[in-house]
Each structure stands twice: as structure tokens, then as C-alpha cells.
């Protein structure tokens, strides 16, 4: 079965440091892009950034450059989102999700997602 | 920055027809996936490619893009179709964006 298995819920407190983790499994975990999801609570979803796992490029959504840093481990199938200073506004859930499709045909779509970790941030 | 709008609210009655529309300058050549996403889970791709169906997703989810709109289509509506869906596409500049979100209600 195909599936990502992410990292359980966190609470932390503003400036701490995290990385969450989201594992992939029944397929190969180093042809497909992994992206990072945001969903504030009330809020949309919104995309952060890829990352490739076969040679760790990554790339970012504008609005997310500079604030969380996105890498992968191959020789574990594993993905991760870090931060290096929380803030009360990091406060969501986060998803992690593969894209499958035709890169080259700028077919980027979300087919299999993990179920989420939620992330707090609060004094 | 590439914005991609959607209503936020639709509503339909059970068994009837709903589109879902998303816009975007230029949408009809880019490749648009939706996805539903209910309170407490996971999203779930239902049209991928502008108008194909994943394995599992019922044939009354359709989708379509042409100029400037994407579409989404429930036909047959059922009370289980009651989520947010969102549209998503490729752009150059921003890599991957998504809508607003629509709100369906299933009166």
C-alpha cells in the first residue's frame, strides 16, 4: 500500500525550534516530488514547498521562503519540515503529500497525503 | 503572484447538479487537480488533469478547463459530498498554487 505516515502532534513554545517527518512507503520514494501543505485553523490550504528526494532539491512557495527549511532523507524515505524559531502564527496543521503526474507537462497533482500533524505553538 | 478564485460558498440540494469554478488568468493551459477535504481529515484528490478520475473516486466527480476557468461537477449530488474542495495548479513562478476554497453545502 502506498502511503506517508507523518510524525504526531507537537506543542511548543515561540522560539523553540521543530522538524516534523513524514515517511513514505510502497512505492519509490525517490522518483516522485514530496510537498509540504499548510492549513491555519479556519483557513485554506496552502502550498510550501517540494522537495526531491533522490538529491534533495527544493523549492518554495514565496510566501513560505526564508520562514521553514524542507529536506529529505533517501536512505530512509523520509521527508521533513523544520522550523528554527516557532511562532504563535506556526500554528496549524501540516500535511505532507506526494505529487505524482507529468512534471514535464506541468501536471503537479496530490495524490496521496498523509494524515496530518498538528503543530502548537503557545507560551 | 498567480491567484486562483474560487466562491467560497456554494450550496445544492441532495440529487441535483453543482459546478465549483475556479479561475485564473490563463487556467484553460495549465493542468487544474481538485480536492475535497472534510473537518478533521486528510485531503483527498478527486480530478486530476483537468478531467480524469482517480482510482475510487465516483464517476458523478467531473471536471473540466477552458480559457480562463476550471470547473468541478457533482452530478447526483449526495449529503457525503458536504466539504471544502479546492482547486490546484502548476505555475512557473510560484511552483504549485491553490484556490481560496469552496465551501459546499449539501441542503
Known amino acids: 500500500e502506498v502511503q506517508l505516515v507523518q510524525s504526531g502532534a507537537e506543542v511548543k513554545k515561540p522560539g523553540e525550534s521543530l522538524r516534523i517527518s513524514c515517511k513514505g512507503s510502497g512505492y519509490s520514494f525517490t522518483s516522485y516530488w514530496i510537498g509540504w501543505v499548510r492549513q491555519m485553523p479556519g483557513k485554506g490550504l496552502e502550498w510550501m514547498g517540494i522537495v526531491w528526494p533522490d538529491d534533495s532539491d527544493t523549492r518554495y512557495s514565496p510566501s513560505f521562503e526564508g520562514q521553514v527549511t524542507i529536506s529529505a532523507d533517501k536512505s530512509i524515505s523520509t521527508a521533513y519540515l523544520q522550523w528554527s524559531s516557532l511562532k504563535a502564527s506556526d500554528t496549524a496543521m501540516y500535511y505532507c503529500?506526494?505529487?505524482?503526474?507529468?512534471?514535464?507537462?506541468?501536471?503537479?497533482?496530490?495524490?496521496?497525503w498523509g494524515k496530518g500533524t498538528t503543530v502548537t505553538v503557545s507560551s | 503572484s498567480y491567484d486562483l478564485t474560487q466562491p467560497p460558498s456554494v450550496s445544492v440540494s441532495p440529487g441535483q447538479t453543482v459546478s465549483i469554478s475556479c479561475s485564473g488568468d490563463g487556467l484553460g493551459r495549465k493542468y487544474v487537480s481538485w480536492y475535497h477535504v472534510k473537518p478533521g481529515q486528510a485531503p483527498i484528490l478527486v480530478i486530476y488533469q483537468n478531467k480524469r478520475r482517480p482510482s475510487g473516486i465516483p464517476e458523478r466527480f467531473s471536471g473540466s478547463n477552458s480559457g480562463n476557468t476550471a470547473t468541478l461537477t457533482i452530478s447526483g449530488t449526495q449529503a457525503m459530498d458536504e466539504a471544502d474542495y479546492y482547486c490546484q495548479a502548476w505555475v512557473s513562478s510560484t511552483f504549485v498554487v491553490f484556490g481560496g476554497g469552496t465551501k459546499l453545502t449539501v441542503l
Open positions: 503529500a506526494r505529487h505524482g503526474g507529468s512534471y514535464g507537462d506541468g501536471d503537479y497533482h496530490m495524490d496521496v
